[in-house]
Structures are given as structure tokens and as C-alpha cells.
């Protein structure tokens, strides 16, 4: 079965930075795709970024490029997002979700539905 925990996340001044860290397990293999998604209050929850753990090429979205970076510890079975230089309007639940289905080439799952199993979310708020 396969579980993702999330740890991380709290208050933090505009300008600060924070990671989240997303521990997954069950897989059988390493041919999975882990994704970064936030829901800020009043909007629908967005994909913002993917890493694809059979070669750690990852994704950002535009909006976020520069300020917001995923990575991975294989040895750990950690997908890490950082966050830097924070705004106000990243305050957001932010959950990470995997799964293993096969993509075509070039597809960037940011969907809901491309995932399957979810993190129980974590509170991020940027406030002074």
C-alpha cells in the first residue's frame, strides 16, 4: 500500500523560506512520479510542481520558477519542496501525491486525477 507522510509547513514572514518534506512508501518500483499541489483559501487545489523519480527530472510551474525548487533523497524516500521568498499568496495546504500509472512522453501530470494516493497536506502561512 502505498502511504505518503508529510512533515513541515508552519508560519513564516514574507521573504522567509520553508521546505516540506514528503516521505513515500509501497512502491514496488522506482517508476513513480511524485507531485507538489497547494490549495489557497477560496481556490481550487493547483498542481505547482513534479519530480519523476525513475531519472529525478523534475517541474515547476511558470509562476513559481525560481522561488520554489523539488528534489529527492532516494536513500530516504524523501521528495523535498523548498520554498523561497515567500508571499503572502502562497499561504496554501500543500500535499504531495504519487503514483506509478504510465505517462506519455512529455505529459506533466498536474492534474488531481493523475494521482493516486495523497499526504495528509500541511498548513503553509506567510504572514508578518
Known amino acids: 500500500q502505498v502511504q505518503l507522510v508529510q512533515s513541515g509547513g508552519g508560519l513564516v514572514q514574507p521573504g522567509g523560506f520553508l521546505s516540506l518534506s514528503c516521505e513515500v512508501s509501497?512502491?514496488?518500483?522506482?517508476?513513480?512520479?511524485v507531485g507538489w499541489f497547494r490549495r489557497a483559501p477560496g481556490k481550487e487545489r493547483e498542481g505547482i510542481s513534479v519530480?519523476?523519480?525513475?531519472?529525478?527530472?523534475?517541474y515547476v510551474t511558470d509562476s513559481l520558477k525560481g522561488r520554489f525548487t523539488i528534489s529527492r533523497n532516494n536513500a530516504k524516500n524523501m521528495i523535498y519542496l523548498r520554498m523561497n521568498s515567500l508571499k503572502s499568496e502562497d499561504t496554501a495546504v500543500y500535499y504531495c501525491?504519487?503514483?506509478?500509472?504510465?505517462?506519455?512522453?512529455?505529459?506533466?501530470?498536474?492534474?488531481?486525477?493523475?494521482?493516486?494516493?495523497w499526504g495528509q497536506g500541511t498548513q503553509v502561512t506567510v504572514s508578518p
Open positions: 501525491a504519487a503514483d506509478a500509472r504510465i505517462r506519455p512522453t512529455g505529459y506533466v501530470p498536474l492534474r488531481i486525477e493523475d494521482y493516486g494516493a
Open positions: 509501497g512502491f514496488t518500483s522506482g517508476y513513480y512520479v
Open positions: 519530480l519523476f523519480n525513475k531519472d529525478g527530472s523534475t
